[in-house]
């Protein structure tokens, strides 16, 4: 029984809170605390699939901006 209030407080934490956990992650600027309260609220498979699509919406980004760049120095 205490583990399904367990797994009902786990699941009913935003998606948006995944994405900002992980944001912060990789900018290196949460706090402990913080990261260790992410940890215990967020469900694993919450935490992967935002790093992917964040890593993913990064490099997209990143492959954008030097398209561009090398576009307009070649003109």
């Known amino acids: ?4 209030h367990e797994d ?5 934490l935003n998606p948006l ?3 900002g956990a992980v944001l912060s992650a990789f900018s ?4 402990g ?6 940890l215990a609220k967020l469900r694993p498979v ?3 699939l935002a790093a992917l699509i ?3 919406i ?14 307009s120095s070649g003109s």
């Open 1 to 4: 029984m205490a583990d399904n």
């Open 8 to 12: 009902r407080n786990r699941t009913s």
């Open 17 to 19: 809170k995944a994405v």
């Open 28 to 31: 290196g600027i949460r706090a």
């Open 33 to 38: 605390k913080d990261s260790k309260n992410d």
């Open 46 to 48: 919450q935490i992967i």
């Open 54 to 56: 964040c890593a993913a």
């Open 58 to 71: 990064f490099i997209f980004g990143l492959l954008t901006l030097v398209r561009s760049i090398i576009s």
